[in-house]
């Protein structure tokens, strides 16, 4: 599967992006999805997954509450919807999906960038 994230930008603390994820591939809603980030200097991060049907999502603690993961697999698409950004939300957002009895993420996409200006 081939994943390409968008949707980042330069917005205000407080504000919201979405950030998107196409996949390629007809086997999409095989795969659990996830999205990380990684912040300057930092190392990468995870941030939310969202299971195969959809079902089941799962968020660092950091983010829990403004942040919601959704996926429409008729689409091949895996969203980030990201409110009350704060500062620390600054970061580079990757997109990767991983099969379901796999312990890793094999599938990544280019990041997109998004920045969070006081």
């Known amino acids: 599967v081939q994943l390409q994230a968008s949707g980042g930008g330069l917005v205000q603390t407080g504000g919201s992006l979405r950030l998107s994820c196409a996949a390629s591939?007809?086997?999409?809603?095989?795969?659990?999805m996830g999205w990380f980030r990684q912040p300057p200097g930092k190392e990468r991060e995870f941030v939310a997954t969202i299971s195969w049907s959809g079902g089941s999502t799962n968020y660092a603690d950091s983010v829990k509450g403004r942040f919601t993961i959704s996926r429409d697999n008729a689409k091949n698409t895996v969203d980030l919807q990201m409110n009350s950004l704060k500062s620390e939300d600054t970061a580079v957002y990757y997109c990767?999906?991983?099969?379901?009895?796999?312990?890793?993420?094999?599938?990544w996409g280019r990041g997109t960038q998004v920045t969070v200006s006081s």
């Open positions: 990767a999906a991983k099969r379901a009895m796999s312990t890793t993420y094999g599938y």
């Open positions: 591939g007809r086997t999409f809603s095989t795969y659990i």
